[in-house]
Antibody, heavy 126, light 111 residues
Framework: QVQLQESGPGLVKPSETLSLTCAVS?????????WGWIRQPPGKGLEWIGS???????YYNPSLKSRVTISVDTSKNQFSLKLSSVTAADTAVYYC???????????????????WGQGTLVTVSS | QSVLTQPPSVSGAPGQRVTISCTGS?????????VHWYQQLPGTAPKLLIY???NRPSGVPDRFSGSKSGTSASLAITGLQAEDEADYYC???????????FGTGTKVTVL
C-alpha cells in the first residue's frame, strides 16, 4: 500500500521560504510516476502547485513558478517543496500526492492523483 | 489562471439522485483530456472517487458515476446517503499549465 507523509514547519514568517518534505513508503519513487504538491487555503479549493517526474523533470503552476522548487531524493525515497518569499496568501494545507499518467482506451491522456498524504497546515505569520 | 467551474452547492434527500457539473475549456476538458473526481470529507485529504471520466477505483460504491461530453463532465450520486455529505472536486490535465487543474468544488448536503 502506497503511503505519503508530509513534514515540515507549521509556521513560517512572511518573506521567508516554506520547506516541506514528503516521505513515500510502499513504492520506490525511482520506479516511475509523477509526484506532486497541491495546496488548499482554509475554506477554499484545491490548487496544483507542481510535479516532479521520477527522472527529475519538473512542472510548475505558472502562477507560482518564480517562487517554487520541487526536488526528489531517491536515496531517501522522498521529494520536497520549497516556496520562497511567502505571504499570508500562502497559508494553506499542503498535500503531497502521487500522479498517475497514462492514456485511456481512446488514446486520451489522463493525469490524476491516486494516493495522497494527510496534509499539513502551514501558516504564514510573524 | 485555468480553473474548472462547478456549482458551489447541491443538496438532496436521502435516496435521491444528485448531479454535479464541471465545465472546462479548450486547454483542458475540451482538448480531450480525461476528467477525474475526488471526495473530501471534513478535515481529511481528498480521495480519488472517479478516474478516466467514468472509472471507479476499487472500493468506491457504484452509486457514484461519471461522464464527460465536450468541454464538460458530470458526477452523479444515486441513492444519496448521509455519509456522502462532503466536498467534491473535478480535475483534469491542462496543456497551458502542463499539469493538473482542479474544479472550484461543490458541497453536497444531505437534507
Amino acid at each position: 500500500q502506497v503511503q505519503l507523509q508530509e513534514s515540515g514547519p507549521g509556521l513560517v514568517k512572511p518573506s521567508e521560504t516554506l520547506s516541506l518534505t514528503c516521505a513515500v513508503s510502499g513504492y520506490s519513487i525511482s520506479s516511475g510516476y509523477y509526484w506532486g504538491w497541491i495546496r488548499q487555503p482554509p475554506g477554499k479549493g484545491l490548487e496544483w502547485i507542481g510535479s516532479i517526474y521520477h527522472s527529475g523533470s519538473t512542472y510548475y503552476n505558472p502562477s507560482l513558478k518564480s517562487r517554487v522548487t520541487i526536488s526528489v531524493d531517491t536515496s531517501k525515497n522522498q521529494f520536497s517543496l520549497k516556496l520562497s518569499s511567502v505571504t499570508a496568501a500562502d497559508t494553506a494545507v499542503y498535500y503531497c500526492a502521487r500522479a498517475e499518467n497514462d492514456y485511456d482506451s481512446s488514446g486520451y491522456y489522463r493525469y490524476y492523483f491516486d494516493y495522497w498524504g494527510q496534509g499539513t497546515l502551514v501558516t504564514v505569520s510573524s | 489562471q485555468s480553473v474548472l467551474t462547478q456549482p458551489p452547492s447541491v443538496s438532496g434527500a436521502p435516496g435521491q439522485r444528485v448531479t454535479i457539473s464541471c465545465t472546462g475549456s479548450s486547454s483542458n476538458i475540451g482538448a480531450g483530456y480525461d476528467v477525474h473526481w475526488y471526495q473530501q470529507l471534513p478535515g481529511t485529504a481528498p480521495k480519488l472517487l472517479i478516474y478516466g471520466n467514468s472509472n471507479r477505483p476499487s472500493g468506491v460504491p457504484d452509486r457514484f458515476s461519471g461522464s464527460k461530453s465536450g468541454t464538460s463532465a458530470s458526477l452523479a450520486i444515486t441513492g444519496l446517503q448521509a455519509e456522502d455529505e462532503a466536498d467534491y472536486y473535478c480535475q483534469s490535465y491542462d496543456s497551458s499549465l502542463s499539469g493538473g487543474v482542479f474544479g472550484t468544488g461543490t458541497k453536497v448536503t444531505v437534507l
